[in-house]
Each structure stands twice: as structure tokens, then as C-alpha cells.
């Protein structure tokens, strides 16, 4: 072997070799970003499971709102109930039915 086919293959073993230490610090460096992607999830679902501030809390403000509304609906059925009694009330006085 001459001195020149034995450059070329150190080049070879070189560039090889800086191939092997690239594709090794780039899978670390991968394992780092997904460990942090990670911890990121895991911190979102348990925001999101809180009962205080998360979806949880969330449906419990929705279902007070539901029946928030739903007093305010019969309040109102009540209201129209007695209006309408009164008038039929007055109606029957003026017309003279007792």
C-alpha cells in the first residue's frame, strides 16, 4: 500500500469517525428536546386536570351557569304564571264574572 492509499483511507476513517460522534451528540441532544416536549405534556395535562383552574374547573363554572339559568328560566315561568292569573283575575272583574 502506498503512502497515498494510506491517506485516503485515514480520511476516510476520519470523516467516518466524525460521522459516528455527529449522529451520537445529535441523538442526545434529540433525547434532551424529547425529555423537555415531555415534562412540557405531562405540566399541560395537569394544568388541565386541575380542579381549581383546568377543564375540571371549567365544568364546574359551566354547570353552576346551567343552573344559574335554569332558576332564572322557572323565576320567570313563575312570573308570568301570577301575571297571568292576575289578569285573567282583572278580566273577570270587568267582565263582570265572579
Known amino acids: 500500500m502506498e503512502v497515498g492509499d494510506a491517506a485516503q483511507w485515514a480520511v476516510v476513517i476520519f470523516v467516518m469517525v466524525g460521522l459516528v460522534a455527529t449522529w451520537w451528540r445529535n441523538g442526545k441532544s434529540q433525547e434532551r ?9 405531562k ?11 383546568g377543564l ?3 365544568k364546574q363554572g359551566i354547570n353552576e351557569f346551567r343552573i344559574h339559568c335554569a332558576k332564572i ?12 292569573k292576575e289578569i285573567s283575575e282583572v278580566k273577570d272583574k270587568v267582565g263582570g264574572k265572579k
Open 73 to 84: 328560566s322557572t323565576s320567570i315561568a313563575e312570573r308570568v304564571s301570577k301575571h297571568d
Open 33 to 41: 428536546r424529547a425529555g423537555a416536549l415531555e415534562t412540557e405534556v
Open 56 to 58: 375540571s374547573a371549567l
Open 43 to 53: 405540566h399541560i395535562k395537569g394544568i388541565l386536570e386541575d380542579k381549581d383552574s
